[in-house]
């Protein structure tokens, strides 16, 4: 495994996580990425093959809310942002994906702001 990438051992860790985390109508996957400098997360329903809702520090509503702050913080207001789309989406109840992150740091900080937001894990 020495001579593998990282993202491609990343990519293995998604792929064996979502073979238990399946995202079904009644209760969708929230799947968090993280690249270097910006999180983003989606809601899928795996059974259609949709994407529900998203969020990113890239969204518009965030760009001016997260532009200066720390990793967690800005983790934080996507989980927040995601929660009140999925609201409006009708979706109250869904799975977390961490995609083959570490529960730690951005992940665990969208994971919290969801959970403040109003979602159920």
Do not use: W
Not at 4 to 15: E, F, G, L, N, Q
Not at 77 to 97: N, P, T, Y
Request: hydrophobic share 35%; aromatic share 4%; charged share 30%.
């Amino acid at each position: 495994m020495a001579d593998k990438k990282h993202s491609d051992v990343t990519a293995y860790k998604s792929i064996r996580s979502r073979k238990r985390v399946r995202g079904m109508p009644d209760r969708p996957r929230l799947c968090v990425f993280k690249s270097r400098n910006h999180i983003s997360a989606q809601v899928v329903d795996d059974l259609s093959g949709r994407v529900l809702t998203g969020a990113s520090t890239l969204s518009p509503e965030l760009r001016s809310v997260v532009k200066g702050k720390k990793n967690k913080e800005a983790g934080k207001a996507v989980g927040k942002l995601i929660a009140e789309r999925c609201k409006v989406a009708g979706v109250s109840r869904v799975c977390f994906d961490r995609s083959g992150y570490i529960y730690h740091g951005k992940v665990a900080a969208v994971a919290d702001g969801a959970r403040e937001g109003g979602l159920e894990f």
